[in-house]
T-cell receptor, first 115, second 112 residues
Framework: GAVVSQHPSWVICKSGTSVKIECRSL??????MFWYRQFPKQSLMLMAT?????????EQGVEKDKFLINHASLTLSTLTVTSAHPEDSSFYIC???????????FGPGTRLTVT | GQQLNQSPQSMFIQEGEDVSMNCTSS?????WLWYKQDPGEGPVLLIA?????ELTSNGRLTAQFGITRKDSFLNISASIPSDVGIYFC????????????FGTGTRLLVSP
């Protein structure tokens, strides 16, 4: 149980284009989903927290107009990187948690490369 | 952002050896989690700790939640090659959304 998937697993895009990443909880209802970014050989840094049906809460320093998050249902959240630039190249990981649980279950990650 | 300090940063050991790694924080956390991340994958939950002083095992893994609630350790006994990876501790912030603060990570390499 507690499986989280991400799609795509990797994507290459040109500078200036937008990219959408999907995060799905496959076997449970995720009341809260989190989006992280991880640069090589570094830890995970939280970007934003999203709850189903409400606006995402962004961490300090994360541009909400650049990283659009939509949590439309209890099993799906999407992260759209708008007008991507090479410095946005990173490993993006989502996680999900159900109500009354402290345990976050992570997706396999999406490697974004912006050329 | 806030991060927890883990030590050591990396370890290179022989198969069969025991391993110990620590995680410390300047802040109190009421829940500690330990994750393992393989290259190119998302973290996988290993052990969850909910009470100060709690000692919890999961197979060859043992973790303890420090009495002060500012630290935790993870032990791996009789290491095997598949233990290779990066181990992260994470503290759960009691902000209503249960946000995690991750440690800096310990990279483990195991020689057969």
């Amino acid at each position: 149980g507690a499986v989280v998937s991400q799609h795509p697993s990797w994507v290459i895009c040109k500078s200036g284009t937008s990219v959408k990443i999907e995060c799905r909880s496959l076997d449970f209802q995720a009341t809260t989903m989190f989006w992280y970014r991880q640069f090589p050989k570094q830890s995970l840094m939280l970007m934003a927290t999203s709850n189903e049906g409400s606006k995402a809460t962004y961490e300090q320093g994360v541009e909400k107009d650049k990283f659009l998050i939509n949590h439309a249902s209890l099993t799906l959240s999407t992260l759209t990187v708008t007008s991507a630039h090479p410095e946005d190249s990173s490993f993006y990981i989502c996680s999900a948690t159900s109500a009354f649980s402290y345990e976050q279950y992570f997706g396999p990650g999406t490697r974004l490369t912006v050329t | 952002g806030q991060q927890l300090n883990q030590s050591p940063q990396s370890m290179f050991i022989q198969e069969g050896e025991d391993v110990s790694m620590n995680c410390t924080s300047s802040s109190i956390f009421n829940t500690w989690l330990w994750y393992k991340q393989d290259p190119g994958e998302g973290p996988v939950l290993l052990i969850a700790l909910y009470k100060a002083g709690e000692l919890t095992s999961n197979g060859r893994l043992t973790a303890q939640f420090g009495i002060t609630r500012k630290d935790s350790f993870l032990n791996i006994s009789a290491s095997i090659p598949s233990d290779v990876g990066i181990y992260f501790c994470a503290g759960v912030m009691n902000t209503g959304f249960q946000k995690l603060v991750f440690g800096t990570g310990t990279r483990l390499l195991v020689s057969p």
